[in-house]
């Protein structure tokens, strides 16, 4: 019974959170979420940055469609990582805020994600393989401790949840 009820709240959990991720995210101005953006981007990939591994992304631009949030936008490189909204990037890949949580924790391979149609890659895609790799390579341990844990607590009920539907 305690299972039954776990498992009916942690999918109703997952049911709501994005529409109240949406509103949250509708609040706040388009240029706040771009800084917060670029700042966290920026952390994420700070050894890539610092290796040259982004070359392939210099004077080229990235959409990011997290459809379930409602948030878009792009990433390229001229002189530093920039973000802005989301106007003619070369490629644009599109997923939902499960799906990411799982490629972030190393749950899921975007490969799997793709062929399922569960990340979709549109425009040069050359490019977007190469940022699909980056994505494969990117490491939790650049992030601030409280969100490794954060995304993999959320990677391990969204892995259970998975298993038991």
């Known amino acids: ?14 049911h709501i959170a994005p529409k109240v991720g ?13 800084i917060a953006l670029n700042k966290l981007l920026n952390l994420v990939l700070t050894e890539q940055l610092k290796s040259d591994e982004l070359h392939f992304l210099k004077q080229k631009w990235v959409g990011i469609c997290i459809d379930d949030i409602g948030l878009h936008f792009e990433v390229g490189i001229e002189q530093e990582l920039r973000v802005r909204g989301l106007t003619q990037p070369d490629v644009t890949l599109s997923a939902n805020v499960p799906e990411l949580i799982l490629v972030a924790a ?11 149609r569960k990340l979709r890659i549109e425009g040069d895609t050359e490019l977007g393989l190469e940022v699909k790799n980056l994505l ?9 401790k409280p969100a490794q844990v954060g995304i993999e ?6 892995h259970a949840l998975q298993a038991k539907d």
């Open 106 to 116: 190393g749950k899921e391979d975007p490969d799997t994600l793709f062929f399922q």
């Open 1 to 14: 019974m305690a299972q039954a009820f776990t498992h009916q709240f942690s999918q109703h959990l997952l």
């Open 136 to 144: 494969m390579s990117i490491e939790l341990d650049n992030l601030p």
């Open 153 to 158: 607590q959320m990677a391990k009920l969204l």
């Open 22 to 34: 949406r509103r949250s995210l509708n609040l706040m101005p388009d240029k706040l979420k771009m």
